[in-house]
T-cell receptor, first 111, second 114 residues
């Protein structure tokens, strides 16, 4: 079946930029999402990008999509301790209502 | 608007028992999905309901079942619990079906099977 891959951990220093990467296999993916999960909570939609876009910026968040390489990234500028969480990449193809999630990247922000 | 509400927040059961989890979607949302989250497998899709009908089902055994009521509230049931069913069960709602619909998640029910 279709797959979404993410690295499991990322450690950054407070104030630096974080870049979380994701690759997917479904070439018909139309929507790609980033969700954030804080401890003891459900997933919160951070941002999403439609497959005909290359980039989307929303305050400190920048999403880059390389459709040719099926690579999605989330850049968090000026990373804060409150950004420590698990970040999930997900993709949804036009033919399916069901998103496929990656296993999540644990972002650890240290002083 | 209230968010997605899941009850109970925590559950402890023993092997062989059954359990029922509840999910109240955001008001006006008609689609409810369920996911199982474990450290080893990540998020696995269980099923999706819309207008009281199961529209999609993931690759889980028949011990996992669900239903949706006319007010869009949903329940999922797991019978004959196994140790491997220990997980965080997440419910998500969206206004309708469609690839452009965004999912809104509840905080989940943490199920521990002893």
């Amino acid at each position: 079946g279709e797959d979404v891959e993410q690295s499991l951990f990322l450690s950054v220093r407070e104030g630096d930029s974080s870049v979380i990467n994701c690759t997917y296999t479904d070439s018909s993916s139309t929507y790609l999402y980033w969700y954030k999960q804080e401890p003891g909570a459900g997933l919160q939609l951070l941002t999403y990008i439609f497959s005909n876009m290359d980039m989307k910026q929303d305050q400190r968040l920048t999403v880059l999509l390389n459709k040719k390489d099926k690579h999605l990234s989330l850049r968090i500028a000026d990373t804060q301790t409150g950004d420590s969480a698990i970040y999930f990449c997900a993709e949804r193809s036009g033919g399916s209502y069901i998103p496929t999630f990656g296993r999540g990247t644990s972002l650890i922000v240290h002083p | 608007k209230a968010g997605v509400t899941q009850t109970p927040r925590y559950l402890i059961k023993t092997r062989g028992q059954q359990v029922t989890l509840s999910c109240s979607p955001i008001s006006g949302h008609r689609s409810v999905s369920w996911y199982q989250q474990t450290p080893g497998q990540g998020l696995q899709f269980l099923f999706e309901y819309f207008s009281e009908t199961q529209r999609n089902k993931g690759n889980f055994p028949g011990r996992f079942s669900g239903r949706q009521f006319s007010n869009s509230r949903s329940e999922m049931n797991v019978s004959t619990l196994e140790l491997g069913d220990s997980a965080l069960y997440l419910c998500a709602s969206s206004p309708s079906l469609g690839a452009d619909e965004k999912l809104f998640f509840g905080s989940g029910t943490q199920l521990s099977v002893l």
